[in-house]
């Protein structure tokens, strides 16, 4: 059974950082775009952060020059580094993978546990 494991959130101060991280465990292949959401109490699901097979990035707005997506296809784990964390930033963040290969065939749209992120003033 495929599953996405995801660690690091906590409680930081603004201005602090974190690391998330995201295991895919599993028989897996291949695996294609992975990512970052997050959901904060009362909104609804958004992206963070996506980086492909071929680590081509794209970051939200809101994040951009602050987070860091990396992947290492070798360990089927993606990483967000978050620095200069604000606030708004709060919420549980999931980690995603658009499509994979498995030893019981392709599945899509694989989503993790999530992970709180607290940010206090």
């Known amino acids: 059974q495929v599953q996405l494991v995801e660690s690091g959130g906590g409680l930081v101060q603004a201005g602090g950082s974190l690391t998330l991280s995201c295991k895919a465990s599993?028989?897996?292949?291949?695996?294609?775009?992975m990512g970052w959401y997050r959901q904060a109490p009362g909104k609804q699901r958004e992206l963070v952060a996506t980086?492909?097979?071929?680590?081509?990035?794209n970051y939200a707005d809101a994040v951009k020059g602050r987070f860091t997506i990396s992947r290492d296809n070798g360990e089927k784990t993606v990483h967000l580094q978050m620095n200069s964390l604000k606030p708004e930033d709060t919420a549980v963040y999931y980690c995603?993978?658009?499509?994979?290969?498995?030893?019981?065939?392709?599945?899509?749209?694989?989503w993790g546990q999530g992970t709180q992120v607290t940010v206090s003033p």
């Open positions: 995603n993978i658009d499509r994979m290969t498995t030893h019981r065939g392709p599945q899509y749209n694989i």
């Open positions: 599993g028989i897996i292949f291949t695996i294609g775009d």
């Open positions: 980086i492909t097979n071929g680590d081509y990035r």
